[in-house]
């Protein structure tokens, strides 16, 4: 079973930095390491959008709106990805979602809140 288990979001204030996890389950099913994998984000009333992607190779990619802030970077013995987000913006306010693209695999979410 691939499961995806996000945590470390919160509320900070603007300019603040957070770095959100995700830990993929220990399974026969699938090999974390060759996986790409994505962090998408939800804000209020907007549609779910893709932030960052690593892929199984480490090359990452980013939407226009985090270039320069944010930093998607995975640690495969941990079977975990990270999203460090630095010089945070009210705008981005949003639940957080770690996805694994084969699959279609997603979390449950972390809720960031970033106060003006």
């Known amino acids: 079973q691939v499961r995806l288990v996000e945590s470390g979001g919160g509320l900070v204030q603007a300019g603040g930095s957070l770095r959100l996890s995700c830990v993929g389950s220990?399974?026969?099913?699938?090999?974390?390491?060759?996986?790409?994998m994505d962090w998408f984000r939800q804000a209020p009333g907007k549609q779910r959008e893709l932030v960052a992607t690593?892929?199984?190779?480490?090359?990452?990619n980013y939407a226009d709106s985090v270039k320069g802030r944010f930093t998607i970077s995975r640690d495969n013995a941990k079977r975990t990805v990270y999203l460090q987000m630095n010089s945070l913006k009210p705008e981005d306010t949003a639940v957080y979602y770690c996805?694994?693209?084969?699959?279609?695999?997603w979390g449950k979410g972390t809720t960031v809140t970033v106060s003006a």
């Open positions: 996805h694994r693209t084969v699959g279609d695999y």
């Open positions: 220990r399974s026969t099913l699938w090999t974390f390491s060759t996986n790409d």
């Open positions: 690593i892929t199984s190779g480490g090359s990452t």
